[in-house]
């Protein structure tokens, strides 16, 4: 993906995309491809596409909007073979526009497709190389720059052109590949975005972002894809093609924060878990005199149940969230504006009312609805309200895959806790420690990328990059132009 450069700002940092896999003879791979999908679907709502591959020739359909609007039963009816590779994509950019679905189609030298979840940080200068060595691009973006090396690759077969493709691309890239009939699947070197493998009885083989989209299929966990490793994925068996030389694992420690759901795990954690012991150490390093404490769901929950365990005070329910909200969501005209995070979320007036309150979410990242759900816990009669974040102050920009605001957008790049606090306006304000991050998950800081919290960047990031985010921040054009 490219970087965005419009902006309506998300209220929380967004994955992009998420990547799923089959070879299933036998097996309707289209129908299992859609429920995998399905269940990667928190990873990208903008657009949802599946490409089949039968003996003779592959099916594709890709279309806006979530799995269950892009895909019916009659299309899926139609699409059968023995493999089949799929994609969800998220974006807020004003290229919302099917052309840009994935997985990528490109025809060189070989034909493929090519589905990705990721971010690259040199695909300028990837693209102006391999333009000078007369590959055209027809867009900038990351994923289809890897399409066209791997397609127009001069090398003798496809193994070695995504071999080519993995040793030139730097950044963060969990990828399958559909190609003359087979199926790769690989990992950025710093396995910086998760990519698991499952198998299907003894039928056939499953490669997903996450480990949900496993359960879902009826697939049983078998590994991860390790970082800078190429695998092939048959019926019978996967196998290592390449290991392109791992300088050390830095999985997006976002990723058991926030962005994959509760009940996958990662780097053999069940991120549930996680969760919970990120409140319980919250509660540890920053307790609070207080009555109740509740979540902001649903993403806050297992922290707040680990919080409340810690501390002995009760954990309720304090808000409760709509359900159906989505990206489709109409907004309410100016009239009706005034309600505001009440479409989302409802305080819970009885547990509320006269009480001191710890709330508890996952992150905060511009601080525009901690304020209005602060605001809206006083106006609901909490006496006191404490709150306690179960991740460390955001202070950095990502560029390895994530929706992310430009720094200064970021409520705690150039601010302390105290002057956060008196933005959003709690009583407290208490962030969990990045030693208490990790100290949950129960590794150690070298299996992570912090950059967000730390500014360690594990891949370094081009000035031209910073230049982008420069111009971003500064809505200047002339830099932009020179940036991009
Ligand atoms: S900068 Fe933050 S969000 Fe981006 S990969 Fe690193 S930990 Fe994840």
Redesign the pocket.
Known sequence: MCLHIDKELPEK?HEECGVFGVVAPGFEVARLTYFGLFALQHRGQESAGIVVQTDKHVTCHKDMGLVTQAFNEKLLSMMHGYAAIGHVRYSTTGSSIVRNAQPIEAKGKRHIFLAHNGNLVNSTALRNKYENKGISFSSTTDSEIMAEIIADSDTGNVEKAIIECMEVARG?FSMVIMAEGRIFALRDPHG?RPLCLGKLNNSGWVVASETCALDIVGADFFRDVAPGELVEITATEVKTIHCVESPRCAT????FIYFARPDSYLLDRCLYRVRESMGQILAREAPADADVVISVPDSGTPAAIGYAKESGIPFQEGLIKNRYIGRTFIQPDQRIRAMGIKMKLNPLRDTIEGKRIVIVDDSIVRGTTSSKIIQLLRDSGAKEVHMRVSSPPVK?S?????D?ATASDLIANSRTVEQIREIIKPDTLKYLSIDGLVEATGLTPDN??????NND?PISIPRQLDLTKMALENHDEVALAKAT
Do not use: H, Q, S, V
Request: charged letters at 5%.
């Open positions: 940092w963060a910086i997006c420690i976002f990723e950095n990502c560029f390895y895959g994530i992310t992570f990328c912090l950059a967000c919290f960047y």
